[in-house]
């Protein structure tokens, strides 16, 4: 007998205890596997097979003795059960390691009390197992609820599989497409335009201005815009084709401007950039602000729409200016009809109150009429207007022909229909007031310069002094 059987018959005197203390670091399927362990005296040396013989020794002594009987006539000799157990060790060798992983399956459970541990509904499954010539049954423990969590594990398993191939697959298919997307747009933007298309679009685009800043636009380019469109769709689909558009949208919006403009008027008011201040508005004229962006060509926009404005305001005013007048020349003449009945003090009176008027230079009388001094631009000031003989109030030559003229033109009066008044002296220079019959007040004038100013909305805020 070899010394480790001697130290295994030993120790099976000793008599088997299963430790609490033990026990509690164990999982439920270890602390039953390890009872019935110590229950059959198994100790920690013993291999597996010694273990399995141990536990199911009655079950061998009855098969071996049953078969002993029954084969008596025919043994020649009888093996004891040291050597059966040796045969039965040397024929299961290679099934050793499958027994032990049967035996840790119980190893996912925690070990938990008792009042814990749900009732397991168990079964055994037999299972024969040839040693020799001798049959061993080999019994194994199934709990539902393990074979329940093992299908429960699969089926989840077998989910976050399909979801994780989901993902990957959507998130490889939106990658392609945005790859795919960049690519056609990098091609496209990379696309270069044929240089004569370029050039012929730039060359008509500058033919359109007056000069190389494009602070004016020339009237008779507007019919050739269309021309423009039909270069600019050339380069669809290239580099330059951005810039292009941007400078022809910008460059519509600017003839749009003064076209909608001009309309309001009888004639072009702006034409090449210039405006025409001959120009008269229509009767049922539209004046509103408009802006292209174009910093130049507003300021003009705003002049032309200034002036347009300005001129509905003064046909307003004539139209009652010359009732007036009409009612103005009635009363002059029966005035004259009783001039020898008029008293020597009668006459200094009528013409103390026309005193600031200026015979020499045309126009109708104040005398009777209210005239609007309080909107004039230059302070009125009665001793300048006492000094009529300073050659402050002499006009240059063909600085009033000349201010009438374009006050014509605008409709400001209608011929000699209007009120003119000495104002003040201002650095030497004369300034006047000039009135339509009525009494209102149009703008002050610079008798010197010909520089004169209203009140009028877009108008100069300073004076030339």
């Known amino acids: ?45 013993d291999s597996i097979l010694d273990k399995y013989v141990k536990q199911h020794k009655d079950e061998i002594e009855a098969d071996k003795f049953a078969t002993r009987q029954y084969k008596k006539e025919e043994l020649v000799e009888t093996q004891s059960l040291d050597d059966l157990i040796q045969e039965i060790r040397e024929e299961t060798e290679v099934e050793s390691s499958v027994q032990e992983d049967d035996l840790n399956q119980f190893d996912d459970l925690e070990f938990t009390r008792d009042s814990e541990v749900p009732p397991v509904e168990e079964f055994e499954t037999e299972e024969v197992q040839l040693f020799g010539e001798e049959e061993v049954p080999t019994f194994s423990r199934v709990t539902d609820s393990e074979d329940g969590e093992s299908k429960k594990k699969w089926l989840i398993y077998g989910i976050l599989a399909a979801l994780a191939v989901l993902i990957l697959g959507t998130g490889y298919y939106v990658y392609r ?54 270069l600019l769709d050339k380069l669809e689909g290239s580099r330059e084709h951005t810039l292009a558009k941007s400078k022809y949208d910008s460059l519509a919006t600017q003839i749009k401007a003064i076209q909608d403009v001009n309309a309001q008027f009888e004639k072009p008011a702006i034409v090449d950039g210039v405006l025409d201040t001959n120009a008269k508005a229509k009767s049922d004229a539209k004046f509103t602000d408009i802006k292209t962006g174009n910093t130049e060509i507003d300021k003009v926009l705003d002049k032309a729409i200034s002036l347009g404005k300005s001129q509905q305001t003064s046909t307003s005013s004539s139209s009652s200016g010359q009732t007036s007048s009409s009612s103005q020349a009635s009363t002059n003449s029966s005035t004259e009809s009783t001039t020898s009945n008029t008293s020597p003090s009668s006459s200094a009176s009528s013409n103390n109150s026309v005193s600031t008027r200026d015979d020499s230079h045309g126009g109708l009388s104040s005398s009777g009429v209210n005239l609007q001094r309080a909107s004039s631009r230059v302070p009125f000031n009665q001793s300048a207007v006492d000094d009529s003989n300073n050659s402050a109030w002499d006009f240059a030559a063909g600085v009033l022909e000349q201010i009438l003229a374009t006050s014509r033109s605008r409709g400001y009066i209608t011929g000699n229909q209007y009120i003119l008044e000495r104002v003040n002296i201002v650095n030497g220079n004369g300034y006047y007031n000039l009135y339509k019959p009525d009494g209102t007040y149009l703008f002050t004038l610079n008798c010197k310069t010909g520089y004169f100013v209203g009140n009028g909305s877009g108008h100069a805020d300073d004076l030339d002094y």
């Open 1 to 45: 007998m070899t010394k480790k059987r001697r130290d295994r018959h030993k120790n099976e005197g000793q008599e088997p205890r299963f430790d609490f203390d033990e026990a509690k670091e164990l999982t439920v399927g270890q602390a039953i596997r390890k009872n019935e362990e110590v229950e059959a005296g198994v100790l920690p040396e």
């Open 177 to 230: 497409q945005v790859t795919r997307s960049t690519q056609e747009i990098q091609t496209a933007q990379s696309a270069t335009a044929n240089q004569s298309d370029v050039d012929d679009f730039n060359t008509l685009y500058d033919a359109f201005y007056t000069d190389s800043n494009k602070t004016a636009l020339k009237n008779s380019q507007f019919d050739k815009l269309s021309q423009l469109k039909t």
